[in-house]
């Protein structure tokens, strides 16, 4: 029983180190998104850190235009990260969880 215990937290650890690492090369995950007309491009990381805008010109003469188009084109860059960390993080942490009995909600 102790040595199960020992080794279900030896695990944990090691899940643990893997979903720190994960969180890292995260960082170097770049998501690519523009408007529709692209006149407006993001980069942000998976871990949704922005990296780089790019404003067309034409934008810059009309103030609520380029809100909107901030606003619309960050939240479809920030929701594609999403995904993409919630799915590299979930697939670290289902892969390293111990075999716990009614703990089988995660595989």
């Given at each position: 029983?102790?040595?199960?215990?020992?080794?279900?937290?030896?695990?944990?650890?090691?899940?643990?180190?893997?979903?720190?690492?994960?969180?890292?090369?995260?960082?170097?995950?770049?998501?690519?998104?523009?408007?529709?007309?692209?006149?407006?491009?993001?980069?942000?990381?998976?871990n949704?850190?922005?990296?780089?805008?790019?404003?067309?010109?034409?934008?810059?003469?009309?103030?609520?235009?380029?809100?909107?188009?901030?606003i619309?084109?960050?939240?479809?860059?920030?929701?594609?990260?999403?995904?993409?960390?919630?799915?590299?993080?979930?697939?670290?942490a289902?892969?390293?969880?111990?075999?716990?009995?009614?703990?089988?909600?995660?595989?």
């Amino acid at each position: 029983m102790f040595g199960d215990m020992m080794n279900m937290m030896g695990k944990l650890k090691e899940t643990q180190k893997k979903v720190e690492e994960t969180k890292k090369r995260l960082d170097t995950v770049l998501i690519d998104e523009a408007s529709n007309d692209n006149k407006l491009k993001i980069t942000l990381t998976a871990n949704r850190t922005i990296k780089s805008i790019e404003i067309d010109n034409e934008l810059l003469e009309d103030k609520e235009q380029l809100e909107d188009y901030l606003i619309l084109t960050l939240n479809k860059a920030i929701e594609k990260a999403t995904k993409v960390n919630e799915a590299e993080l979930a697939a670290v942490a289902k892969e390293g969880m111990p075999n716990i009995p009614g703990m089988d909600m995660f595989k």
